[in-house]
């Protein structure tokens, strides 16, 4: 009789990676994508100057990003990270490499996913936030100032309080890394939508130490425990006539722009005030020239007030280096300091803080309400 050939069972089946394989992976990922950037970001300025590259940060990142995943992962590779690690990612279900429509679909929803978010979700929020003003305008004028606030209007009036949280994704980014400190599967959202885990390609001894990263995942949840519990705290204790005053607030007591701003007078209420300064002059904003005259009832210049290619203007700032901004290379147009003390030109400076809120030279922390134009 024949000698039976070895039944598949026999192979070798290789196990998943640990956490710890996956976020160094990660990390030599993010590494080689930043050197990526970085020479890309050197070409755009080279090409279209410095203000150009500044401005399309955002869109030279989702490009690099794109790029390098397509170069690997895309046509079936490893990637860099993958390679270091000795791991390859397969399909959860069946174990095997995944075909071209997942990883198509994991591509598309890491990168080009938060990228559209990024850029819907501060029109979505402007939309939301006129329209909840406005129905609260609209229920103080009908039932008055010692009116008892409905069930519906107390919803409206917390949903506007907390608008950027509830739009925001990021809670949902943090609940998928919590899991992945348990489970060690899954550390991009990505991947857990398409089913793609990773396995090692290498036998691992059992001698060898595979540690998780639970304790990690641990501390996330107190945290989001402690934030969620804090923000109960917060809005339980809030009573009917905190409701009638803050709608009454909203009407008389603070600026309502019409594109759906509010800019509070309180000076610890930054949110709207940062909606204001984040969303009325970029493109995702919207903002445009004429609105911001119907707006602020004041005509919008085409040049900029204070340019220092005369040299009669602000005789006081010495020097041909430092009459120029250190982003666009050009003279100073309307000349704006950072807390820091560095001078530079008003868009230009705005354009980076919104990008990354840093000063450029020294990186110190830099917030776009707190540069203040010079005047004189």
């Not at 348990?182 to 959202?189: D, E, N, V, W």
Request: net charge positive; aromatic share 8%; charged share 20%.
């Amino acid at each position: 009789m024949a000698e039976s050939s070895p039944t598949p069972s026999a192979s070798y089946n290789y196990p998943f990676a640990a956490s710890p394989d996956i976020i160094r992976s990660n990390q030599k990922d993010a590494y080689f994508q930043g050197v990526l950037l970085e020479q890309l970001s050197s070409v755009l300025r080279k090409l279209y100057g410095a203000r150009f590259a500044h401005t399309y940060t955002s869109e030279a990142r989702t490009f690099t990003e794109l790029l390098y995943l397509g170069l690997t992962t895309g046509i079936g590779n490893r990637t860099l990270g993958e390679e270091y690690c000795d791991i390859v990612q397969v399909e959860d279900d069946t174990l095997r490499l995944p075909p071209i429509s997942r990883r198509a679909g994991y591509i598309l929803t890491t990168i080009l996913l938060p990228y559209s978010l990024n850029r819907i979700l501060p029109i979505l929020r402007r939309r939301v936030r006129a329209k909840l003003e406005a129905n609260q305008r609209k229920a103080l004028r009908k039932g008055g100032a010692g009116a008892k606030p409905t069930t519906s209007t107390r919803l409206q009036a917390y949903i506007l309080a907390n608008l950027d949280t509830i739009t925001s994704p990021s809670p949902l980014y943090a609940v998928s890394l919590a899991v992945f400190y348990f489970t060690g599967a899954y550390y991009h959202l990505g991947k857990r939508l398409w089913g793609l885990r990773y396995i090692f390609t290498r036998r691992v001894e059992e001698s060898e130490q595979r540690v998780g990263y639970e304790v990690l995942g641990v501390l996330l949840v107190l945290q989001m425990a402690v934030q969620s519990w804090l923000h109960i705290q917060t809005t339980l204790p809030s009573s009917n006539t905190q409701t009638i005053a803050n709608a009454g607030a909203l009407a008389g007591g603070s600026a309502v722009l019409d594109h759906g701003v509010e800019v509070s007078l309180d000076p610890n209420a930054y949110s709207s005030n940062n909606a204001l300064l984040f969303e009325s002059g970029g493109a995702a904003g919207g903002g445009s020239k004429d609105n911001l005259e119907k707006i602020t009832h004041t005509p919008a210049i085409t040049e900029p007030r204070y340019n220092l290619k005369d040299d009669e203007t602000m005789q006081w700032i010495n020097g041909r280096q430092q009459r120029k901004c250190t982003l666009c290379l050009e003279e100073l147009k309307d000349p704006s300091v950072t807390t820091c003390g560095h001078v530079f030109c008003w868009t230009c400076i705005g354009d980076w803080c919104r990008e990354k809120p840093e000063c450029p030279l020294c990186r110190q922390m830099s917030l776009v309400q707190h540069i203040l134009p010079l005047r004189g």
